[in-house]
Structure formats: C-alpha cells, structure tokens
T-cell receptor, first 115, second 112 residues
Framework: AQSVTQLGSHVSVSEGALVLLRCNYS??????LFWYVQYPNQGLQLLLK??????LVKGINGFEAEFKKSETSFHLTKPSAHMSDAAEYFCAVTKRDNQGGKLIFGQGTELSVKP | ETGVTQSPTHLIKTRGQQVTLRCSSQSGHNTVSWYQQALGQGPQFIFQYYREEENGRGNFPPRFSGLQFPNYSSELNVNALELDDSALYLC???????????FGSGTQLSVL
C-alpha cells in the first residue's frame, strides 16, 4: 500500500527565509509524487510533480522538490518565503501505472509567513 | 481559475438525508475525480469517472455514488448521511486518466 507522511502540521518562517516542508512516502512500486497548495476557500493547485525524469523538480512560484529514493523523501523547498506563500501544502503519491486522478494525500502542512 | 465549478458552495443537511453535489468540468476534460477532505486532513479519493464509466474507487461505502454525463459534468450522491460525512468535497477534472488534475473550489457539506 502507498502512503505519505508530512512531518509537521504547522511550519512558521519569516519573510525571506528558507521554506522546507517535509514529505516521506511509502510505496512498493516506483511512485509518481506531487506537491499541491491550497489557499483558503479554494481548491488544490499543482505546484510540481515527479514522474521519474530529473530528481530535482522545479515548480511554480519558485518552489522545487528533490526526489531521494534512498531516503524515500520528496521535500519541498523555496529559498525565500513571501507573504503570499502562506497556505496549506499537501504531498501526494500515486502508482506509475495508476491513473493520475487516484492520488493519496498526506495530512497537510500549514505554512505561516511572518513579516 | 481552473474552469472547474462546483455547486452548491455550502450545504447543510441532517443525519439520514440524501445529498447531491454537482461538478462542471473544464472544457474538453473527459475525466472527473471526487475527493473528500475532512477538517484538518488531506483529501481522500472517493472515485473517478472516465467517459461516463466509474474508473476506480477509494475506500468509501456504496452509499457514496456518482454519475458522469455525456457533457462530462458529474454528480456525487451520498445517501443516509452521517455526521462524519461533514467535509469539503472536491471535484477535479482532467484531459485523461493520467493527466494533470484541475480542482474546483469544493462544496462544504455540514451534517447536523
């Protein structure tokens, strides 16, 4: 069975500081991995996805994530936080031979950005 | 704006009632997926429809059912509502089964 674990339900950073949101996955087969962002009262928006090409994946809004098979991790980073980055972030996994709609999400990490 | 619209945005029902939630897919998208997001949790996959056929189901009881219409819009029906059904219900459409998901803003269902 597949699963994802997001370490830290709340992360707070200062504006301009590094953002690091942690995600570890469990999968018996090579997975596809995703990061989504959810702003208040909105649906989810795809930030980036890993589908077995480059292990360092660049996404929208300056975010990137690195797939590390040895650590079963897919942490999300951004060098410099903006106030507009405050939102809920979800890591998700699906099987490579599975349909893209059948995602398994983590519990989410709420990011706060202090001025 | 993703082009995926859900209605209604908010709904209050009582235990035992039935509810229908609606989703209008982005133009040209033939696949729709439904997710349940309980407060403080990540979304959970309910089911997916591809070209009007159910194409996979998560761990939800049969009282959760769905439909996809020829224009690829979709409905989620929940019978015999329980208090634990209170959640944000998200619809996502895509160009195909393995393609990028575009999420709507969701329907917030409260069961009293």
């Amino acid at each position: 069975a597949q699963s994802v674990t997001q370490l830290g339900s709340h992360v707070s950073v200062s504006e301009g500081a590094l953002v690091l949101l942690r995600c570890n996955y469990s999968s018996s087969v090579p997975p596809y991995l995703f990061w989504y962002v959810q702003y208040p009262n909105q649906g989810l928006q795809l930030l980036l996805k890993y589908t077995s090409a480059a292990t360092l994946v660049k996404g929208i809004n300056g975010f990137e994530a690195e797939f590390k098979k040895s650590e079963t991790s897919f942490h999300l980073t951004k060098p410099s936080a903006h106030m507009s980055d405050a939102a809920e972030y979800f890591c998700a996994v699906t099987k490579r031979d599975n349909q893209g709609g059948k995602l398994i999400f983590g519990q989410g990490t709420e990011l706060s950005v202090k001025p | 704006e993703t082009g995926v619209t859900q209605s209604p945005t908010h709904l209050i029902k009582t235990r035992g009632q039935q509810v229908t939630l609606r989703c209008s897919s982005q133009s040209g998208h033939n696949t729709v997926s439904w997710y349940q997001q309980a407060l403080g949790q990540g979304p959970q996959f309910i089911f997916q429809y591809y070209r009007e056929e159910e194409n996979g189901r998560g761990n939800f009881p049969p009282r959760f059912s769905g439909l996809q219409f020829p224009n690829y819009s979709s409905e989620l029906n929940v019978n015999a509502l329980e208090l634990d059904d209170s959640a944000l219900y998200l619809c996502a459409s895509s160009l195909g089964q393995n393609e990028k998901l575009f999420f709507g803003s969701g329907t917030q269902l409260s069961v009293l």
